[in-house]
């Protein structure tokens, strides 16, 4: 049964026109290169940094979750591939909070729960739908970004009682759809506030991390950031997946939210992919656009990116700075790469 809220509205708009905005230049910092003295790696999912330049990433051919160090080195494996009790089959996210290493199984649907060492502590199991992002929160929640047609867009979850407290946001048909890109969604903790934002609305939403009233939206109105309608989103993808395919090619989303020095940064995505000769897919009118914003949620500038379809696109915060881990290829040889993305 669900808790009726009365909510606050304030809502805010920054209008941002594409041919005047300010730019911002954005540039990457090589931090290390990854070894695979313990084992192979590839088709990374996602990765957390553990401390200073100390990270663990998870990887789906071969399925492992491995701990690196600051040299690059792997240190351990963390956990087993399987069915059973603490296994995984595919772990596609990984967290580390107070001193706890929290892993999400998208196939499984349950997060596992290690020590700093890779023990296992705990495994959570009763969870029914997809999810694009967490963040384990104090002692005992985890804060959800929702996907795979969920009623709502995030909830928080007791991981003492097994339930969840909270739940909220409405996801319209066009974000149900673009929750298929392979994106986290917009997701945030900040001031006992949850922060996010819907994968077709560019806006972002704040909630009490309490009980999710007091809502507001910061609304940002700009040009580039194009959403086509959708009238039913289930019937399209049970009945036409080619449909899906050219809406997802066709159209904006959100895809991260980041705290970083005086603000935040909004990343998104714009522009189309198109197809070309023998099926081949050609990314050269997408691009990437970060809002930097201030403590109010400003626009300050954006720093706009190419889009390079063979990247793996995935990120992760640590002391307000955003890390990415990039393949590099030479002579048929795959090398990844961490990296700091910098705005000057």
């Known amino acids: 049964m669900r808790q009726l809220i009365i909510i606050l509205f304030c809502v805010l708009v920054s209008c941002v026109d594409s041919e005047s905005f300010k730019y911002s230049s954005l540039s990457s910092e090589k931090i290390i290169e990854l070894d695979e003295n313990l084992n192979l790696i590839g088709g990374i999912s996602s990765f957390c940094i553990k401390g200073e330049n100390k990270f663990i990433i998870t990887t789906t051919n071969p399925v492992n979750v491995i701990e690196y160090s600051s040299n690059g080195d792997q240190v351990r494996l963390i956990g087993n591939r399987g069915n059973g009790p603490f296994e995984f089959e595919r772990p596609?996210?990984?967290?580390?909070?107070?001193?706890?290493?929290?892993?999400?199984?998208?196939?499984?649907?349950?997060?596992?729960?290690?020590?700093?060492?890779?023990?296992?502590?705990?495994?959570?199991?009763?969870?029914?739908?997809?999810?694009?992002?967490?963040?384990?929160?104090?002692?005992?929640?985890?804060?959800?970004?929702?996907?795979?047609?969920?009623?709502?867009?995030?909830?928080?979850?007791?991981l003492e009682t097994e339930r969840y407290l909270h739940q909220s946001g409405e996801p319209s048909q066009e974000h149900n759809l673009l929750s298929m890109n392979n994106s986290p969604g917009a997701l945030l903790t900040y001031k006992d506030n949850v922060l996010y934002s819907s994968f077709d609305d560019l806006s972002i939403r704040l909630l009490s991390i309490n009980?999710?009233?007091?809502?507001?939206?910061?609304?940002?109105?700009?040009?580039?950031?194009?959403?086509?309608?959708?009238?039913?989103?289930?019937?399209?993808?049970?009945?036409?997946?080619?449909?899906?395919?050219?809406?997802?090619?066709?159209?904006?989303?959100?895809?991260?939210?980041?705290?970083?020095?005086?603000?935040?940064?909004?990343?998104?995505?714009?522009?189309?992919?198109?197809?070309?000769?023998?099926?081949?897919?050609?990314?050269?009118?997408?691009?990437?656009?970060?809002?930097?914003?201030?403590?109010?949620?400003?626009?300050?500038?954006?720093?706009?990116?190419?889009?390079?379809?063979?990247?793996?696109?995935?990120?992760?915060?640590?002391?307000?700075?955003?890390?990415?881990?990039?393949?590099?290829?030479?002579?048929?040889?795959?090398?990844?790469?961490?990296?700091?993305?910098?705005?000057?």
């Open 92 to 158: 596609s996210i990984v967290k580390v909070h107070n001193n706890k290493i929290y892993v999400w199984d998208s196939m499984l649907l349950k997060i596992i729960v290690f020590d700093m060492s890779g023990n296992p502590v705990k495994e959570y199991l009763n969870f029914t739908y997809a999810i694009g992002d967490f963040i384990p929160y104090k002692k005992n929640r985890i804060i959800f970004y929702f996907k795979g047609g969920h009623p709502f867009i995030v909830g928080i979850y007791d």
């Open 211 to 344: 009980n999710f009233e007091n809502f507001s939206i910061q609304n940002i109105e700009y040009g580039d950031f194009v959403i086509g309608d959708v009238k039913d989103s289930k019937d399209m993808i049970n009945t036409d997946m080619n449909r899906v395919v050219d809406y997802l090619m066709k159209n904006s989303y959100i895809s991260n939210l980041f705290r970083v020095d005086n603000g935040f940064v909004l990343r998104t995505v714009n522009g189309s992919l198109e197809r070309k000769e023998n099926n081949l897919i050609s990314s050269a009118k997408r691009y990437v656009d970060y809002f930097l914003l201030n403590e109010n949620f400003e626009v300050q500038s954006i720093a706009r990116d190419k889009y390079n379809i063979e990247e793996l696109n995935i990120f992760s915060s640590f002391k307000e700075k955003i890390y990415t881990i990039n393949v590099e290829e030479s002579n048929n040889n795959y090398r990844y790469i961490l990296n700091k993305i910098k705005f000057d």
